[in-house]
């Protein structure tokens, strides 16, 4: 199975404020795709970040909000931007090949205050 | 989309008792994997499971395609098990993306 580095695990962020995460794979892989779970939820997909090209975003869920990058195929960073405390949540990063095991990262918890 | 449901929502055992907990989906799907989130919020992989029955120790999982639901069945419970237990499907023509269930809250008291 992949190793997955997350980073930061935690952080505090004020207000409109923008944080990067940061997701970095032992292992070249095809698919990345970055999730969110607000507080007591379950996992929301984000988007699917294309090694390359702009990320595929899920229904309701912005570029300019969530800007993500992936330059080669272990590496990829999502930017929470302009934050409100609505953004308090975990977000995970995931990985897996075509049609196999998708696997997750430690995830970072964020808080805005 | 697909939908995914999870039952129960919440489940209090005592050490050493045996559960199941059910996914049910509405649609065919390409790949199935239950995960453990423990306390810290790491998502652990527990099976992938499209199809079939597989056990690992105290856990064991079944997969229906054909009737769309999945069983997991842990036994002998400890509170390590404690945690929320989610069912994430693939369906086809989703690109490889897993749609979640709402989890299955697992309280395991000693």
């Known amino acids: 199975s992949a190793v997955i580095s997350q980073k930061p695990s935690r952080d505090i962020c004020q207000r409109g404020t923008s944080l990067t995460i940061q997701c970095q794979v032992d292992s070249q892989v095809t698919m990345m795709f970055w999730y969110r779970q607000q507080p007591g939820q379950s996992l929301t997909l984000i988007a699917t970040a294309n090694q390359g090209s702009e990320a595929t975003y899920e229904s309701g869920f912005v570029i300019d909000k969530f800007p993500i990058s992936r330059p080669n195929l272990t590496f990829s960073t999502l930017t929470v931007s302009n934050m409100s405390p609505e953004d308090s949540s975990i977000y995970l990063c995931?990985?897996?090949?075509?049609?196999?095991?998708?696997?997750f990262g430690a995830g970072t918890r964020l808080s805005v205050l | 989309g697909i939908q995914v449901e999870q039952s129960p929502p919440d489940l209090i055992l005592q050490e050493g008792a045996n559960s199941t907990l059910r996914c049910n989906f509405s649609?065919?799907?390409?790949?199935l994997q239950w995960f453990h989130q423990n306390p810290w919020g790491q998502l652990i992989n527990l099976f992938y499971?499209?199809?079939g029955t597989k056990q690992n120790g105290r856990l064991s999982a079944t997969t229906v395609a054909t009737e769309r639901y999945s069983l997991l069945y842990i036994s002998s419970s400890q509170t390590t098990d404690s945690g929320v237990y989610f069912c994430a499907v693939e369906s086809g023509g989703s690109n490889y993306k897993l749609t979640f269930g709402k989890g299955t809250l697992l309280t395991v008291n000693p």
């Open positions: 499971i499209p199809s």
């Open positions: 649609d065919s799907v390409n790949n």
């Open positions: 995931s990985v897996g090949d075509r049609g196999y095991i998708q696997y």
